[in-house]
């Protein structure tokens, strides 16, 4: 079983529409961290969120991890061909060990 | 500025055959971490080291695995007696309390055993 799950799984979107991916834990995450993945290419570490609440946002993409902490939703706002890749949460739930979600694979269409 | 570097890219073996995959941290990153990716799935973690403690072994498949940390430094993953199940792509971070204990990625070590 998945200790992260993430949602949708693929994503195809009109160039210039807002969109969503969710990360559901059933435990509290102590940290979460979004990465997006370009095809063919290492990890990109997008943002980290600690606190209950807290929201943070970098240029179109805002990321929110929920009051009870055991859910985050990024969100890319009027989105372009370069956000298109897969979106993958992580979160630190039992001490050091790390999970990571199944990964939302995000495609653009001009 | 030096990122996390792995090597080798890329790695086809035959079954059976033993195979080393490198990472090198950012430098003065305390913490280090092995992941494996296999298609369709998500990202498995492996073994976690941090300083001179021992290492977090807990997601180790099996006893073919083995990592080690030499100086504090520099990381190697030995994957004895290769099985096709083994195919994946390798991850490498390191992170460190300075730097907010943000994990950075190499680039990935892709092994593709025959």
């Known amino acids: 079983s998945q200790e992260l799950e993430q949602s949708p799984q693929s994503l195809i979107v009109q160039e210039g529409k807002n969109l969503t991916i969710n990360c559901t834990s059933s435990?509290?995450?102590?940290?979460l961290y979004w990465y997006k993945q370009k095809y063919g290419e290492g990890l990109i570490f997008l943002m980290m969120l600690q606190k209950g609440g807290e929201e943070k946002s970098h240029e179109k993409i805002t990321a929110k991890l929920d009051e009870k902490k055991q859910q985050s939703s990024l969100h890319i706002t009027a989105s372009q061909p370069s956000h298109a890749g897969i979106y993958l949460c992580g979160a630190d739930i039992f001490g050091n060990q790390f999970y990571f979600g199944t990964g939302t694979s995000l495609t653009v269409i001009p | 500025g030096a990122g996390v570097s792995q090597s080798p890219s890329n790695k086809v073996t035959e079954k059976g055959k033993d195979v080393e995959l490198r990472c090198d941290p950012i430098s003065g990153h305390t913490a280090l971490y092995w992941y494996r990716q296999s298609l369709g799935q998500g990202l498995e973690f492996l073994i976690y080291?941090?300083?001179?403690?021992?290492?977090?072994k807990s997601g180790l498949p099996s006893d073919r695995f083995s990592a080690e940390r030499t100086g504090g430094s520099v990381s190697t993953l030995t994957i004895q007696r290769t099985q096709q199940e083994d195919s994946a792509v390798y991850l490498c971070a390191s992170s460190s309390r300075a730097a907010g204990e943000t994990q950075y990625f190499g680039p990935g070590t892709r092994l593709l055993v025959l």
């Open positions: 435990k509290t995450l102590y940290g």
């Open positions: 080291f941090q300083g001179n403690s021992a290492p977090d």
